[in-house]
Each structure stands twice: as C-alpha cells, then as structure tokens.
C-alpha cells in the first residue's frame, strides 16, 4: 500500500489505510477502522475503533468520529466536528460504579455519500445525514437529514436545499427547483427532493 502517515500520527497495525490517504500530525486511527482511498485525516483528528470511511473523505483537523459511523465516499468532515456514539451517557452506572465499554452500547452516525459536515457542527447518534446534505458550522444535529438537504442552528432545523455543487438550489415554483451553477434539476414532494 501507497499512503502517508506523519510521524506523530498513530495508527494501529489492524486498521486498513487506503492507496493514496495522507495522515497528518496528531491524528489517531483506532483498531479494525477501514479508510479508502484518496482519504485526507487532519491534524489530531480521531478515528474510532472499527469505524467504516469510503472513498475521497476529507476529516479536518482536530474532528472526532467515534465508532460505529459509516461515512460513504466523497464525504467532507469539517474542523473539530464531532459524531457521538451514547444516546445516554453516564460515566458511573446507578450504584456510583464507573462504567465499562461493556456497560453500554454503541450508536452511529451514517453519512451518506457526498454530504458535507461543517466545522464545529455536533451530530447526535443514532442519525442519518443523507446524500450530498449540507450541515451548517456549529449545527447540532439531533434528526435524521434528508438528501440535498442544508440544515442550521441548535438544534439543526431544514433551512434550504443544495445541489451537488453545494450551492443553495433556487426556486422555479411548483416543487420545481435547479442549481444555479450547473443547472441541475430536482422536484419536492412530501419534503423529499430528488434528482429530476
């Protein structure tokens, strides 16, 4: 395999680094993770146990994405952006005894392909950001992103539509609605949008 890991990276000897993926300073790749190809891991960045990145993924510096997520190819993960992984969590267990991995379980956040996460934004597990979706910097997510999606603010709320471009999509009535930088068409109907 052809990839670069920095010096001060750490990277566990069971994780799987994909042909052309550069490793910056700092970052940690935990046991059993599996990255594509073409994958940029910033500075300090966090990649947890057994957690799944495709193809042509962007994590930014210092982001934290704890197991079990999924992201899909052509994923972006902006700066200090957090996936959490306990719906519920406690350090100590309701006798005041600390918690162990096994007094807990494991919920992901699932990003589909293209979608982008922007800096400082929070994604709550169990969620589902959908293909090329648009989370907004310091959004907190706590429901599920449709497709095409650009959602804001705490919590995260729809606030418009994006093409695959990522620039806002505009307006031509009727559920009718086209990306102003290359013309691509969608419909809406029931809240859904789909390529037209």
């Known amino acids: 395999m052809s990839y670069r890991v920095q010096e001060t990276a750490q990277v ?12 910056w300073e700092l970052a940690q790749i935990r046991e059993h993770a599996e990255l594509g190809v073409n994958c940029v891991i910033g500075r300090g960045a966090y990649i947890g146990t057994g957690v799944r990145i495709g193809d042509n993924v962007k994590i930014q510096n210092y982001a934290l994405v704890y ?39 494991a919920v992901g956040v699932d990003v589909a392909e293209g979608a ?19 989370v907004a910097a310091g959004a907190v997510v706590t429901k599920d992103v449709p497709d095409f999606a650009l959602v804001m603010g705490v919590p995260a709320r729809r606030a418009g539509w994006v093409g695959r471009t990522g620039e806002r999509l505009t307006d031509l009535g009727g559920g009718e609605w086209e990306d102003p930088k290359n013309g691509d068409r969608f419909r809406e109907s029931d809240g859904v949008l789909a390529e037209a």
């Open 12 to 23: 566990h000897e069971s994780a799987k680094v994909g042909d052309g993926s550069s490793v």
């Open 67 to 105: 197991e079990p997520a999924r992201l899909a190819d052509g994923v972006f993960v902006g700066p200090a952006a957090v996936f959490t992984n306990d719906h519920n969590p406690r350090a100590v267990a309701v006798d005041g005894s600390l918690k162990s991995a096994h007094d807990w379980e």
């Open 116 to 134: 982008s996460i922007g800096a400082r934004a929070v994604c709550v597990a169990p969620v589902r950001i959908g293909r090329w979706s648009m």
